[in-house]
């Protein structure tokens, strides 16, 4: 009689039973993340399997244990960190300038016919002109200081924003614009608890993109006259044909560039938790 009574002792090992069952199949499922990092690592070692490889027969490349061997070197007198800094600082400057000033930017494009027909051909104009393009500008303006490698990275993450910026914009939908005005809402109100909400899941995409040119941008930039970075280092290992330095600056920026990649994507996850997701 006990296990059919609801909320007696003789019925609990079945509710947790099926409670826990949810929780093992979304562990072990398809879309568990368990499995996620299981295919992660194998395409990792797979990945670095296939390069030690090419590495033994006849391509010109280091082995992994040679990029380790020179990533200890360069660790042991600070070299790499101070590389790896500089770059990080230049990239986060540029994009953080880029994204603040492309987020406003495509709203009044969005928002504001006149600023549209004002802003948009400048914007598409200079997003037909490659940012590397703009480096001997830049440095007969600016010099060889920092600013010109800051400008380009900027440039580069500016440019993709504020188009998503201004697509996330016009696509709000407008029955909800519609339903905030007959509700009373102020342009204001409107504009902070429906256009911004509707339209963040376009800037965080437009912010991702951004920050993958910004870091393709970065080695480009470093040639303006640098003396550190991962760029810079790459350049100067390329005269002395030194290739695990090289492959140690691709793979350095790749994993900042992935770092950086997830934490925005669990802020995007986090800001618009209200999406529908597949």
Do not use: H
Request: aromatic share 8%; glycine share 8%; with cysteine.
């Amino acid at each position: 009689m006990s296990d059919s009574l609801p909320g007696t002792l003789g019925s609990r090992p079945r509710s947790a039973a099926q409670a826990s069952g949810p929780r093992l199949a979304t562990l072990l499922g398809p879309t568990g993340w368990a499995r996620r990092a299981l295919l992660t690592t194998l395409s990792i070692v797979l990945g670095i399997g296939l390069w030690w490889i090419l590495s033994k027969t006849g391509f010109d490349l280091p082995t992994p244990p040679q990029v380790v061997r020179r990533a200890r070197e360069l660790l042991a007198d600070g070299t790499l960190e101070k590389d790896i800094l500089a770059s990080l600082r230049r990239v986060v400057l540029g994009f953080a300038l880029g994204c603040l000033v492309a987020v406003p930017v495509g709203f009044l494009m969005g928002w504001y016919e006149i600023a549209r027909a004002l802003i948009e051909p400048w914007i598409q104009f200079f997003r037909a002109v490659p940012p590397l393009a703009l480096i001997p500008m830049m440095v007969v303006l600016l010099g060889i200081g920092e600013t010109p490698k800051v400008v380009v990275i900027f440039l580069s993450s500016f440019l993709a924003c504020v188009i998503a910026a201004f697509q996330g914009v016009v696509s709000v939908d407008r029955t909800l614009i519609n339903a905030a005005r007959v509700l009373g809402a102020s342009d204001l109100t409107l504009f902070l608890r429906v256009v911004i909400p509707a339209s963040s899941p376009y800037i965080l995409v437009g912010m991702r993109v951004g920050l993958g040119a910004s870091w393709a941008t970065l080695v480009a930039a470093e040639l303006i006259a640098a003396q550190d970075g991962l760029g810079f280092r790459m350049k100067n290992a390329q005269t002395y044909y030194d290739l695990p330095t090289i492959f140690l600056g691709v793979i350095c920026i790749g994993l900042l560039g992935m770092v950086m990649d997830r934490l925005l994507l669990i802020a995007e996850r986090r800001l618009t938790v209200w999406q529908e997701r597949r």
